[in-house]
């Protein structure tokens, strides 16, 4: 009985957490293959817009006519309406990371599902590619699989980690792997303070410098920046 218990729970576990994760990392493999054949750079910012760093970020990349992939909170999208609208009007490509930034490992499945959905319904609302979605801490469970293919959503990941959120990588070392990597899609946070980690107030700064950097060497190596949807062919384009 014990024994069945043991394997009954080893096997929802596998199901639940790691076939999801395998796909991830498939899907992340996908990405770099396509990063480094198209020689692609992908500037992505998750869990804006914000009131401070969107409006700053918006003008460095107007300004070298870059256009990246936000995938926007809804809760955030509605406190920022003005700044969503900007993204548009610049061509940026607006995604969805769910309305309110549920853990899919630790909360409930079904109000992830919610979650998901409302974020897709608020996104939606602004005009956004609202069935593109990153999924918050980039984790999917088996019922985050079957509710993008019921509702046909396209799970977007990245190949790159700044870790601005939590623990700032030096700005060399992320041009460094992106360089090592023949290209890559950029994960970075549009919010006015890090999320986690020390010195939250210098995460703006970190991200307008980053982004430059990456601009400047995008320019500098021959390498496109290209947004998550038109590298992967699947983008609404705006
Ligand atoms: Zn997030």
């Known amino acids: 009985m014990f024994m069945t218990i ?22 992340e493999r996908r990405l770099a293959r396509m990063c480094r054949q198209m020689r692609a750079i992908v500037l992505s910012y998750d869990d804006g817009p914000s009131g401070q760093l969107s409006p700053d970020l918006i003008d460095l990349l107007d300004r070298h006519q870059a256009r990246a992939t936000v995938f926007m909170l809804g809760r955030n999208a509605e406190r920022h309406p003005e700044m969503v609208e900007r993204y548009r009007q610049g061509g940026h490509e607006i995604a969805s990371h769910s309305q309110n930034h549920l853990n899919a490992w630790k909360s409930a499945p079904w109000a992830v599902w ?18 593109l979605f990153r999924p918050p801490y980039g984790k999917v469970t088996l019922a985050g699989l079957l509710q993008a293919a019921v509702q046909r959503m396209r799970h977007a990941f990245w190949t790159v980690d700044s870790r ?24 970075m946070h549009d919010t006015d303070r890090a999320g986690r980690g020390p010195e939250p107030e210098k995460h703006a700064q970190y991200v307008l410098d980053l982004t430059q950097r990456l601009i400047d060497f995008a320019a500098a190596n021959g390498f496109r920046l290209m947004r998550f949807g038109d590298l992967t062919g699947s983008g609404a384009g705006r």
């Open 114 to 131: 919610r979650d998901i959905a409302a974020g897709r319904r608020t996104l939606a609302g602004f005009g956004a590619d609202a069935a």
């Open 164 to 187: 601005d959120s939590w623990n700032r990588r030096p700005i060399d070392e992320v041009i460094a792997h992106v360089e090592a990597m023949g290209g890559g899609v950029v994960l």
């Open 6 to 27: 043991v394997i009954s729970c080893a096997a929802f576990g596998f199901l639940w957490f790691a076939v999801p994760f395998a796909c991830r990392r498939l899907e």
